[in-house]
């Protein structure tokens, strides 16, 4: 079975957390005829480039106790499972590959009940609860961070680090008006905002103006300031579509812990202060973070215990402590897989190899039989 004409369906949907490691993944295997599957209405139907066909199904998550809502999301994934199955069958797929999230769950358990190479990656080190659930029904799995292999013990785990969107792999401009030798703070709450961080930020960023630092504070549509700021290094924005240059620039960001946040800065050597969403699914974001902090790449925060004028003086203190910023950003770039995307492609191709030299050395041993 020649590349191009082995099918490959990635299920990757919901967050860019999801969609930018799959479309990395993507982009590394252009021999293979690639389709993809999402949900209706999602961020995927804006991101996938044109030249992967989408397929949509609906799908939910399991959210709370047991009830009436539980059993009608067993329902749609029971007939996600059957929508997949026959998309699967009558586009004669050889492979599936998915980051996690809800559309995993019926794209995995299909690909399974077919026989076919199931491939799943994790970036979290807490796995998700589909993860947690599936993976033993996967060819392997794919983790983002060392740890994660613990939480998975029957599951096939492989390390290969996360995949990163290209332009964070080589250097980009930055088109902001940031002084020379001026240090940059970016401060970024995720891509819905932050608002109980934005507020706090607010309350820091005059001691550290008067260091001679910018700050690129990046808020979030939803939880734009009232005010803009009138000080020309206090640098607003509710979205900024350059972090790779943002970051490639920064001398340190303060950041939530969402896992493609973390490989960012990892990627490009951005020390950081790493103060995890509060209201994340098990907490996974203070798992996150703490990878980083075990390593002395980070410092870590929890929100309920940070105040602003703690955080004032903990970034004062690195400020003038450059020494301490190199060490972390060492320490950061220590974590990061830059070639993350070629092996999780190589390591697909090898399975739906494999599988192929066993297909066709058992049809050779069939027709010698007959």
Request: charged share 15%; with cysteine; proline share 6%.
């Amino acid at each position: 079975m020649s590349q191009e004409t082995t099918k490959l369906l990635i299920a990757a949907s919901g967050t860019g957390g999801h969609v930018f490691p799959a479309i990395a993944v993507a982009q590394k295997m252009s021999k293979y005829r690639i389709e993809w599957l999402g949900v209706p209405d999602r961020l995927e139907s804006q991101l996938v480039p044109q030249e992967y066909p989408l397929h949509t199904i609906r799908v939910g998550g399991f959210q709370g106790k047991f009830g009436l809502g539980t059993l009608k999301t067993i329902g749609g994934l029971i007939k996600g499972i059957f929508q997949v199955r026959q998309l699967l069958k009558q586009g004669g797929f050889d492979a599936v590959f998915s980051t996690g999230g809800y559309i995993a769950a019926p794209a995995i358990l299909a690909g399974y009940s077919l026989g076919l190479p199931v491939f799943l990656h994790e970036s979290n080190a807490l796995p998700g609860k589909v993860t947690r659930w599936l993976s033993p029904f996967c060819t392997k799995v794919a983790v983002g961070f060392v740890a994660t292999s613990k939480y998975l013990p029957r599951a096939k785990t492989i390390y290969l680090g996360t995949p990163c969107r290209q332009e964070f792999l080589s250097p980009q401009p930055l088109n902001l008006p940031i002084p020379d030798g001026s240090p940059l703070i970016i401060v970024v709450g995720g891509s819905q905002g932050a608002v109980a961080l934005n507020r706090m930020i607010r309350e820091c960023v005059a001691p550290w103006l008067e260091t001679g630092a910018t700050i690129v504070h990046i808020v979030g549509g939803a939880n734009a300031p009232i005010e803009n700021s009138t000080h020309p290094q206090y640098i607003v924005l509710p979205f900024y579509d350059n972090m790779a240059g943002l970051l490639q620039r920064a001398d340190l960001a303060i950041s939530r812990a969402g896992a493609a946040t973390l490989n960012e800065l990892m990627i490009t050597r951005t020390p950081s202060i790493l103060i995890p969403y509060p209201y994340a699914a098990e907490d996974h974001q203070y798992y996150n973070a703490n990878v980083l902090a075990t390593a002395d790449g980070a410092l870590l925060f929890r929100q309920e215990n940070l105040t602003a004028q703690f955080l004032t003086a903990e970034v004062l203190n690195l400020l003038q402590n450059p020494q301490r910023l190199k060490t972390m950003a060492s320490n950061t770039s220590s974590l990061g897989v830059i070639n993350s995307a070629d092996l999780l492609a190589d390591t697909i191709a090898e399975s739906i190899n494999t599988r192929s030299r066993s297909q066709i050395s058992n049809n050779s041993t069939n027709r010698a039989e007959s």
